[in-house]
């Protein structure tokens, strides 16, 4: 079956700490890629996407992830976090037009 | 500014009720879907739509039912609310063809459901 593996539950970082959190996907065609992060109290929100091209890809507020595609893998990363980047951190992938696979999410602590 | 808005942001229900939650997209989306969010078990997919009046069931739609009769609102129902149903419920909009963000989601804000 198609999955999508967050192997990062919780993560503490004290602030201007690098930041690296793991996705996996199991998946052998095309595929989109996703990283979404929901901040307290507030809606899923996009932080960036792979479609094609460039496998490093950037997104809002000093955020990248790399598309690997022999290692299945879309890990999302940031060289100094904030407190301010303290949420949930989704990953997630698409397998055509209406099949979207999440992963159970990452929650991440800043420390100020 | 795209939006996808839902009815309630919070909600509270009796068990044996039905409720019904509502869902709008302005951004002339094709499909509407419909998840909930529990802790640990990140986003699991209800229904979705790919066209007014289609739907298709997802990975856990045993005792919710679904209405599409306008492209741009999707509702969930859940026919008789069970302690079990409580969750965040979350909808979501994408696929607008031609554009650069063409199968991006959008979320809309959520509803939280608790039934007693």
């Known amino acids: 079956a198609q999955s999508v593996s967050q192997h990062n539950h919780h993560v503490i970082l004290s602030e201007a700490a690098s930041l690296e959190l793991g996705c996996n996907y199991s998946?052998?065609?095309?595929?989109?890629l996703f990283w979404y992060v929901q901040y307290p109290g507030q809606h899923l929100q996009l932080l960036l996407k792979?479609?094609?091209?460039?496998?490093l890809v950037k997104g809002i507020k000093g955020f990248e992830a790399e598309f690997i595609k022999s290692k299945f893998s879309f890990n999302l990363r940031k060289p100094s976090v904030q407190w301010s980047d303290t949420a949930e951190y989704f990953c997630?992938?698409?397998?055509?037009?209406?099949?979207?696979?999440f992963g159970t999410g990452t929650r991440l602590k800043v420390l100020a | 500014d795209v939006k996808v808005t839902q009815s309630s942001r919070y909600l509270v229900k009796r068990t044996g009720e039905k409720v019904f939650l509502e869902c709008v997209q302005d951004?002339?989306?094709?499909?509407m879907f419909w998840y909930r969010q529990d802790p640990g078990l990140g986003l699991r997919l209800i229904y979705f739509?790919?066209?007014?009046?289609?739907?298709e069931k997802g990975d856990i739609p045993e005792g919710y039912s679904v209405s599409r009769e306008k492209k741009e609102r999707f509702s969930l129902i859940l026919e008789s609310a069970s302690t079990n149903q409580t969750s965040m419920y979350l909808c979501?909009?994408?696929?607008?063809?031609?554009?650069?963000?063409?199968?991006?989601?959008?979320f809309g804000p959520g509803t939280r459901l608790t039934v007693l």
């Open positions: 792979y479609f094609s091209g460039d496998p």
């Open positions: 979501a909009s994408s696929y607008l063809p031609g554009t650069e963000s063409y199968n991006e989601q959008f």
């Open positions: 951004m002339d989306h094709e499909n």
């Open positions: 739509s790919y066209d007014v009046k289609m739907k």
């Open positions: 997630a992938v698409s397998t055509g037009t209406y099949k979207y696979i």
């Open positions: 998946y052998g065609g095309t595929v989109n």
